[in-house]
């Protein structure tokens, strides 16, 4: 991610988190979309350039990704999630 962010190349980071958790910090230029809103707020979004989800931990950003593929999006999670990015 970082690569793809230092590149200059137009991505989509979506933080699947709560808006509260969104609140209290969150990657910079990441949007807000829950989980549990990812489908329906799909249609938004742009697929012109890739996706990439997450949240605290990577496996509700993997449930985010594959929604997202299979509505013709290019989007992978986030390894490790923001517990990773961190360190």
């Known amino acids: 991610l970082y ?3 230092k590149s200059k190349n ?3 980071l979506i933080d699947i988190r709560t808006p509260s958790e969104f609140s ?3 990657l ?3 949007v807000n979309i829950p989980l549990k809103d990812i489908d329906h707020k799909a249609s938004k979004l742009p697929k012109s350039h890739p996706v990439i989800t997450f949240g605290d931990d990577t496996k ?3 449930v985010a ?3 997202l593929i299979k ?3 290019n989007a992978r999670a986030l390894e490790g999630g923001l517990k990773a990015w961190n360190n």
């Open 65 to 67: 990704a594959e929604r």
């Open 10 to 12: 137009s991505v989509t």
């Open 24 to 26: 209290t910090w969150s």
């Open 71 to 73: 509505r013709g999006f």
């Open 60 to 62: 509700d950003a993997k």
């Open 28 to 30: 910079y230029d990441s």
């Open 3 to 5: 690569d793809l962010l």
